[in-house]
């Protein structure tokens, strides 16, 4: 027992830093549509674009970011069967998706790095989480490169969590970070739009809705316990909820933007280390 005490954190779970980021390219979602359907060429199809415009129109969502939008006829015109319903297309895909998610996750481990303001050595813990792509090895090895972790880093991959990853990663952060003690946990989710997206369908109408609401995002955390910090006051905290939360339209995002604020542990804060 006395090993194991000695083994935990003494406090609990703390959010040291959140990044975000997201592609160069955005697009408002009134201009979504007329966008979508002239990429997969179905203008043709009317009645499915009125159909698309009253989703767009009622979701909420004012603007997106996708990383096809730089490069969508280049893209398209090379794997044409990307933007077909029903075609055979994940090898062109994964293609696409090995290189771009774990691009943007890259992005948004630099930004929160940056706000940590700690040297890179003490991340003990990489947890990525994605619902775009599964490789092997995984984006988690292709980060370590990337950002010149240690190879020791302790990594954690999760693929196809679903809408609830959020949750899940930051369950597992928290294990982690009070378990551990020192262990300063990396927190990496990425997303690309392009393993969900086809043109229209007329035989199944609801393949508008993903397209209607889903885009390209990542974001990233620092969660560790017993930081040797002094706490940011309420309203610091408050914009770091905003800045985060309303980044994302999006299911898996709002997630973890969500639980960023709470799901840590009932006392957590946002707080940085001196």
Known sequence: MEVMHTQRAQGVATVLAIGTAVPPVRISQDE???????ITNSEHLTELKEKMA???N??????????MMANDAESLRKSPSISKCWES???????????????????????VIKEWNQPI???????????????????????????????????????????????????????LAENN???????VTSENLIHAFCGPCESNPEFLVPQALFGDGAAALIVGADPNCKKIDKSYRMRKRVRISSLFGFPPHQAIAACSRCAIAPSSTIASED
């Open 89 to 111: 297309s994940l090898d062109a895909r994964q293609e696409i998706l090995e290189e771009e998610v774990a691009k943007l996750g890259k992005e948004a481990a630099m930004v």
């Open 32 to 38: 979504y549509t007329d966008f979508y359907f002239r």
């Open 121 to 175: 050595s003490k991340i003990t813990h990489l947890i990525f989480c994605t619902n775009s792509s599964v490789n092997c090895p995984g984006v988690d090895c292709q980060l370590v490169h990337l950002l010149g972790l240690s190879p020791t880093v302790k990594r954690v991959m999760l693929c196809y969590q679903g809408c609830q990853y959020g949750a899940t990663v930051l369950r597992l952060a928290k294990d």
């Open 181 to 187: 003690c020192d262990a300063r946990i990396l927190i």
């Open 58 to 67: 009622k979701s909420t969502i004012k603007q997106r970011y996708l990383s």
């Open 54 to 56: 009253r989703i767009c």
